[in-house]
Structure formats: C-alpha cells, structure tokens
C-alpha cells in the first residue's frame, strides 16, 4: 500500500558512521508509523528502531543509533554510528498507517505492512 525505497547502505570500517534514508510514497506520512529491521543471513528479522509519537529502539542500538524523519520529504532516516561488525544485515525501511499507544507493539514486525527491498550494510573490522 506504501511504496517504500532504502538507500545510503555500503561498506564502513567497525566504529564508522553511515546514515540510511526511506523515501516513502503517500500524502499522509506524518501520520505513519515508520520503522527500521535488520536481518542478517541465516537469522531472523530483528527490531532496530522506530517513530510514531515517540521513537524507540533496540537496546542493542541505543545510543549509537538515531532515527529521525522529514515529514515535508517524506523521509525516514537512520543515523548509525560507532558500527560494529555485528551490525551488518540487510536494513529494511517499514511503515504502519496505523498509530499506537502500546510501545510494544512497535517491536514487532507484525505490526508494518509496508516494506522496502533493502539496502545491504557490511561493517568490517
């Protein structure tokens, strides 16, 4: 339902900094929940970070990790610094027209119906 395109991925040394962004379509996005996965090969999808009416993280991102969004560009980004070889996964952007008050509920994956396709961050050490 939301058109949802990742970029700003790449190779970065281990405590580098990238910033990734998610240009979203849609005329609503200010009302989105938006959110940042990651899944690295042979593991499952795991919660990053996401912004409704607040934002919340991983704890294994707080405070090397920001997300923010420009609503007038209809863009998300994620701000990642000091990277950590185990921080290298696949970053998929994701979006919820929903809007919630339960913080858990922005955890799970279940809760975005929109993806993007992507983009690959490889931090070597």
């Known amino acids: 339902q939301v058109q949802l395109v990742e970029s700003g991925g790449g190779l970065v040394q281990a405590g580098g900094s990238l910033r990734l962004s998610c240009a979203a379509s849609?005329?609503?996005?200010?009302?989105?929940?938006m959110a940042w996965f990651r899944q690295a090969p042979g593991k499952e999808r795991e919660f990053v970070a996401a912004?409704?009416?607040?934002?919340y993280y991983a704890s294994s991102v707080k405070g090397r990790f920001a997300i923010s969004r420009d609503n007038a560009k209809n863009t998300v980004y994620l701000q990642m610094n000091s990277l950590k070889p185990e921080d290298t996964a696949v970053y998929y952007c994701?979006?919820?027209?929903?809007?919630?008050?339960?913080?858990?509920?922005?955890?799970?994956?279940?809760?975005?119906?929109?993806w993007g396709q992507g983009t690959q961050v490889t931090v070597s050490s």
């Open positions: 994701a979006a919820s027209l929903n809007q919630y008050t339960s913080g858990s509920i922005y955890y799970t994956d279940r809760t975005y119906r929109s």
């Open positions: 849609g005329q609503t996005f200010s009302s989105y929940t």
């Open positions: 912004a409704g009416w607040s934002t």
